[in-house]
């Protein structure tokens, strides 16, 4: 565990802030918005994108800012124009809507997300029977079950797993943004049922990172505020593993959200946020709080970074972007 103090005030009244790292933004997220910002560059305004690009209402603002225009259904994008795809992924179905009006589309689904795809066509086309572990009407999962025939399990659901026989061959994948302890429960409970189980590990670095440092704030803080939006699958699920330690936590998109009740009394109060949630929001909330240090725990940013579309490559070398998300900060 790395610690690092950043601000000292004695002023104030002894409180700390302990800030995650890593948090934030990840590589798939910093590349679906650098896909917007380039689309828009390449191709002018408006550039329609289906659904939230991330669930993040501070980024689908900054983006709409931009030239972009966000909208839930493929046939609202009017016939010729340029649309991209958000980064939790779509299914099959969408880009042949897309052919049919005729649509430029730039594809910003997370690398990650797509691996799982891969995997659902890759053991469905071997005769395989695929589960999904996942939240049903979740973006990500609409669009992965939307790849093969495949069995969805959602462990906060009181279902059933399908009626197959003992001996079956299941592939289980996983939604990339659950809860890692959750996960391995439904794993569990699948392996309990079916005796010849391939488990894929899907959740991705930048979930598993960022709730084993939200872990690490629950061992150290009195509270725990989390940043980021309602709709973020990622952003619950690291609130989600600090109250299963016993220890309050607080989902909020900024600062107007902060309830000043929350703080009466806490001394050390630990800050992180989702995938998809700015920085400057995280900045915000904790100049909101009163306090005279400022530390940082945890592993450290991951330094990873995924590649830009062909198609707009030549426009980011242009441009001199390296789609960091340094546009919208």
């Not at 689908?60 to 046939?75: C, L, N, R, Y």
């Not at 997300?113 to 659902?120: F, L, M, N, P, S």
Request: glycine letters at 8%; a negative charge.
């Amino acid at each position: 565990m790395a610690t690092q103090t950043e601000k000292s005030d004695p002023a104030t009244d002894g409180r700390s802030v302990v800030l995650a790292s890593p948090r934030g933004f990840c590589a798939g997220v910093d590349l679906a918005i650098g896909i917007v910002e380039l689309a828009v560059k390449r191709y002018g305004s408006p550039v329609y994108v289906k659904h939230q690009i991330v669930h993040n209402p501070q980024v689908v603002a900054d983006v709409e800012a931009i030239g972009a225009v966000t909208v839930e259904q493929v046939d609202e994008v009017p016939e010729g124009a340029v649309v991209v795809f958000s980064a939790h992924g779509s299914p099959p179905s969408d880009y042949e809507k897309a052919k049919e009006r005729n649509l430029t589309v730039l594809d910003a689904t997370c690398p990650l997300v797509t691996k799982v795809h891969h995997e659902a066509k890759k053991y469905s086309g071997e005769g395989k029977r695929v589960i999904l572990v996942g939240h049903r009407g979740h973006q990500e999962v609409i669009g992965t079950t939307g790849q093969t025939e495949m069995a969805l399990y959602d462990e906060r659901e009181d279902n059933d797993l399908p009626e197959w026989e003992k001996d079956e061959e299941v592939v289980v994948l996983t939604q990339t943004t659950l809860s890692v302890a959750d996960t391995a429960e439904a794993v569990e409970k699948i392996q309990s049922k079916f005796d010849n189980t391939l488990i894929r590990n899907d959740i991705c670095y930048a979930t598993t990172n960022r709730q084993a440092s939200a872990t690490e704030l629950a061992e150290q803080c009195d509270l725990v505020l989390v940043i980021g939006a309602e709709n973020s699958s990622n952003c619950n699920r690291l609130r989600e593993v600090v109250t299963k330690r016993g220890v309050e936590a607080h989902l909020i998109n900024g600062p107007d959200e902060l309830d000043p009740q929350w703080l009466v009394g806490k001394k050390r109060i630990g800050v992180t946020s989702g995938a998809s949630t700015p920085e400057k929001m995280v900045r915000a909330v904790i100049d909101a709080i009163e306090h005279d240090e400022l530390v940082t725990i945890g592993s450290g940013e991951e330094g990873i970074s995924f590649k830009l579309p062909s198609k707009l490559r030549a426009t980011a070398e242009e441009a001199g972007y390296t789609y960091d998300g340094s546009m919208l900060e």
